[in-house]
T-cell receptor, first 115, second 118 residues
């Protein structure tokens, strides 16, 4: 069955520090998709990235980077030089291509970036 | 491009009352989802529509929850009667296709409706 674990419930960092949010997943499928969403205090889930299971290349987008490792079933998210505006709850999600294509979200990690 | 619209943004009711939420997905998006997000948890899927048909409602408490998407565009989620444990944010999401994943297959979320049941 699908499962997403985000072991870090809350993280606090000081502005300009780097921070990594962990995501570990379980799936029975060989084709699956991993996502990260940001949920700021306003409540709307903002899409950040999607990766498919066949593409293990790491990705960088500005201050954001993602490290996908199938060997450890992990899809970690790093924010470099964090800013106060990065404060939010971050969710990792998994969708299996052959078993319903529905999302399973992790419990989320609340990131607080202090000035 | 307009995003997913939801209304109302906030609703307070007493237990055993009824409530309805409305969602208008991104134009042209065939697939629509309703999620329940309890405070401190990740969203949990309630129901998925493909056009006006139900794809998955296995986690919808059908004794009290119902949803429809009659014309394949906007959707309504109803709770009747509400219980205290229904207090949550109800999120609507849409994506463009319902089949094999393509580059456009990402779910986009609305702002949610925060329901408080007293």
């Amino acid at each position: 069955a699908q499962k997403v674990t985000q072991a870090q419930t809350e993280i606090s960092v000081v502005e300009k520090e780097d921070v990594t949010l962990d995501c570990v997943y379980e799936t029975r499928d060989t084709t699956y998709y991993l996502f990260w969403y940001k949920q700021p205090p306003s409540g709307e889930l903002v899409f950040l990235i999607r990766r498919n299971s066949f593409d293990e290349q790491n990705e960088i987008s500005g201050r954001y980077s993602w490290n996908f490792q199938k060997s450890t079933s992990s899809f970690n998210f790093t924010i470099t030089a964090s800013q106060v505006v990065d404060s939010a709850v971050y969710f990792c999600a998994l969708s299996e291509a052959n078993y319903g294509q529905n999302f399973v979200f992790g419990p989320g990690t609340r990131l607080s970036v202090l000035p | 491009e307009a995003g997913v619209a939801q209304s109302p943004r906030y609703k307070i009711i007493e237990k055993r009352q009824s409530v309805a939420f409305w969602c208008n997905p991104i134009s042209g998006h065939a697939t629509l989802y309703w999620y329940q997000q309890i405070l401190g948890q990740g969203p949990k899927l309630l129901i998925q529509f493909q056009n006006n048909g139900v794809v998955d409602d296995s986690q919808l408490p059908k004794d009290r929850f119902s949803a429809e998407r009659l014309k394949g565009v906007d959707s309504t989620l109803k709770i009747q009667p509400a219980k205290l444990e229904d207090s949550a944010v109800y999120l609507c999401a849409s994506k463009s296709s319902g089949g094999t994943y393509s580059s456009t297959d990402t779910q986009y979320f609305g702002p949610g409706t925060r329901l408080t049941v007293l």
